[in-house]
T-cell receptor, first 114, second 112 residues
């Protein structure tokens, strides 16, 4: 089992609310990622980070923002949730310092915006 | 357009049979990885094959890579009901970032 955690696991929230999805890993990995996945579909990279104070946008445009103040923590924030944000959000990490290319995934947060 | 495309989209077999899933991609890669996802959960890394490798084994898994055809296959031998999951290939282009591009996945159902 990978030591990467996401909270909450499920979230139902009304339109216009601000939300933060939490992601933490205890493996000391330098790289972290956020993916968005609709049911039965592929994963799309929305944000990634090389390390502390580094954040980059991914391949899929997203209205969310991320921060990386600590190595182990990579939260994702939506300032104003909309029904189009309904999806599953998966956090992952990898250890590039050891040239390890595999990614370790958290269990995901299933977000529903009503 | 998708970097990785998989087929079939869905596969249903009996326990004990072999399952083969295929992945095609468009650009040169540094490595290709296969992941498994149980319903509604995160992904679990299965196996990584580098661009200079042609075949790799891990337990009941066998992965092949043909860079001339830009394709890979995942074979699961002697399948079990517990193998029921979605399987995704992911390509790593090797540019700075280790950014994976995932295929659409194959939904495998193994019937007991």
């Amino acid at each position: 089992e990978a030591d990467i955690y996401q909270t909450p696991r499920y979230l139902v929230i009304g339109t216009g609310k601000k939300i933060t999805l939490e992601c933490s890993q205890t493996m000391g990995h330098d790289k972290m990622y956020w993916y968005q996945q609709d049911p039965g579909m592929e994963l799309h990279l929305i944000h990634y980070s090389y390390g502390v104070n580094s954040t980059e946008k991914g391949d899929l445009s997203s209205e969310s923002t991320v921060s990386r103040i600590r190595t182990e923590h990579f939260p994702l924030t939506l300032e104003s949730a909309r029904p189009s944000h309904t999806s599953q959000y998966l956090c992952a990490s990898s250890d590039w310092r050891r040239s390890s290319y595999e990614q370790y995934f958290g269990p995901g947060t299933r977000l529903t915006v009503t | 357009s998708q970097q990785g495309e998989e087929d079939p989209q869905a596969l249903s077999i009996q326990e004990g049979e072999n399952a083969t899933m295929n992945c095609s991609y468009k650009t040169s890669i540094n490595n290709l990885q296969w992941y498994r996802q149980n319903s509604g959960r995160g992904l679990v890394h299965l196996i990584l094959i580098r661009s200079n490798e042609r075949e790799k084994h891990s337990g009941r898994l066998r992965v092949t890579l043909d860079t001339s055809k830009k394709s890979s296959s995942l074979l699961i031998t002697a399948s079990r009901a517990a193998d029921t999951a979605s399987y995704f290939c992911a390509t790593d282009l090797g540019a700075s970032g280790s950014r994976l591009t995932f295929g659409e996945g194959t939904q495998l159902t193994v019937n007991p």
